[in-house]
């Protein structure tokens, strides 16, 4: 069966240091990966996704970047981190195609001060 | 882009109660998804129901896409259900546009 993780779970960055959070899926090939950011309240925004290494599309200009270097590897960075980029960061993938279930990861907690 | 409104946003019922969740949305979508987020965050799957109607245990769902909603029937909550329940749905490209939830309290 397919598993997705992220870590790490929880993050306390200060403002202006850099930030590196990691997916990773299991148990299938070639994903479809997303990232997505729910802020205060509780809307998802979609971020980023990839469908194959190397090729990132991004949703929403800001000051995050993502990165595939593996096919079932997806990285969500940034060089400096803002406060408004505190957040709860949600990895999923889909298999495929474009009308496809999307599974989610546990999530990472980020807070920055 | 496409609208998706959720309704109601918050809900308190006691156990045993039935309850009925609503998603609206402005245009013509390929995938519809009801997600339940638990208390510790985690998304939880429970339909891919972009038309027609899905039944799982206690759940069930209803999409009529030519009028543009679906329906989640919570049937005999229990405190377990407590959570924030999310309708997304896919109109075009890869994105799923969630809607902003509704919170769902289930007290003993």
């Known amino acids: 069966s397919q598993t997705i993780h992220q870590w790490p779970a929880t993050l306390v960055q200060p403002v202006g240091s850099p930030l590196s959070l990691e997916c990773t899926v299991e148990g299938t090939s070639n994903p479809n990966l997303y990232w997505y950011r729910q802020a205060a309240g509780r809307g998802l925004q979609l971020l980023f996704y990839s469908v194959g290494i190397g090729q990132i599309s991004s949703e929403v200009p800001q000051n995050l970047s993502a990165s595939r270097p593996q096919d079932r590897q997806f990285i969500l960075s940034s060089k400096k981190l803002l406060l408004s980029d505190s957040g709860f960061y949600l990895c999923?993938?889909?298999?495929?195609?474009?009308?496809?279930?999307?599974?989610f990861g546990p999530g990472t907690r980020l807070l920055v001060l | 882009g496409i609208q998706v409104e959720q309704s109601p946003p918050d809900l308190i019922l006691q156990e045993g109660a039935n309850s009925t969740l609503r998603c609206n949305f402005s245009?013509?979508?390929?995938?519809l998804q009801w997600f339940h987020q638990n208390p510790w965050g985690q998304l939880i799957n429970l339909f891919y129901?972009?038309?027609g109607t899905k039944q799982n245990g206690r759940l069930s769902a209803t999409t009529v896409a030519t009028e543009r909603y679906s329906l989640l029937y919570i049937s005999s909550s229990q405190t377990t259900d407590s959570g924030v329940y999310f309708c997304?749905?896919?109109?075009?490209?890869?994105?799923?546009?969630f809607g902003k939830g509704t919170s769902l309290l289930v007290t003993p």
């Open positions: 999923a993938w889909t298999a495929g195609g474009l009308q496809e279930t999307q599974y």
């Open positions: 129901i972009p038309s």
């Open positions: 997304a749905v896919q109109y075009s490209g890869y994105a799923l546009n």
């Open positions: 245009d013509s979508v390929n995938n």
